[in-house]
């Protein structure tokens, strides 16, 4: 099952908008990474977050690692019709020789034209 | 393009047959990963190879396999299928080590009937 919880759920924006959504968990993770799913194709890596604190931006994108490493936010920028899709925070956890990835349900965004 | 390559893009098949999903990472990754999507369960985490060698598991099916080859292309092999078996089925690749930036294919939808 999923170990992130992610919200919201889903979100109607306004074209223009700015939106925030956010990641938590009650365990503790090294790496947030957040990634975009567009309707039959793979997630797209949109940002990584490697350092408790860090806050990184792509473009319009900005996403924050958060100091306590339990969460995470996404925040989209002056929202255009192409951000529309799912949004999924995934985070890998410490001292793991694997690495693989935990993620979240996903934030589904529709955009109002 | 993620440089991650999946076939194939569709699969139908029956209750109770067997298939093979392959992926070839993208070039310099020694790691890859496969992830089941479905409606209910989220993007889940079956196993990861590195280097030809299994590095982790997840929540797979004995029913299900997987092998990375020398050339580091990876095999997903489904057998006795069920209906709940019907999914995307992704595969990620990454260098590995510290900073770990997964690339997803485009995925495999598999239709069991």
């Known amino acids: 099952g999923q170990q992130l919880n992610q919200s919201p759920q889903s979100m109607f924006i306004q074209e223009g908008e700015d939106v925030s959504m956010n990641c938590t968990s009650s365990s503790i993770f090294n790496t947030w990474l957040w990634y975009k799913q567009d309707p039959g194709e793979g997630p797209v890596l949109l940002i990584a977050l490697y350092k408790a604190g860090e806050l990184t931006s792509n473009g319009r994108l900005t996403a924050q690692f958060g100091i306590t490493r339990k969460d995470s936010f996404l925040n989209i920028s002056a929202s255009i019709p192409s951000d529309v899709g799912i949004y999924f925070c995934?985070?890998?956890?410490?001292?793991?020789?694997?690495?693989?990835?935990?993620f979240g349900a996903g934030t589904t965004v529709t955009v109002r034209a | 393009d993620s440089g991650v390559t999946q076939t194939p893009k569709h699969l139908i098949t029956a209750t109770g047959q067997r298939v093979t999903l392959r992926c070839s990472p993208r070039?310099?990754?020694?790691?890859v990963y496969w992830y089941q999507q479905s409606l209910d369960q989220g993007l889940q985490f079956l196993i990861q190879?590195?280097?030809?060698?299994?590095?982790a598991k997840g929540n797979i099916l004995e029913r299900f396999s997987a092998q990375q080859f020398p050339d580091l292309h990876s095999e997903l092999n489904l057998s006795s299928l069920e209906l709940g078996d019907s999914a995307l089925y992704f595969c990620a690749s990454s260098v590995s080590g510290k900073y770990n930036e997964q690339f997803f294919g485009p995925g495999t939808r598999l239709t069991v009937l």
């Open positions: 190879y590195y280097n030809g060698e299994e590095r």
């Open positions: 995934a985070g890998q956890k410490p001292r793991s020789n694997d690495y693989k990835l935990s």
């Open positions: 070039s310099g990754d020694l790691s």
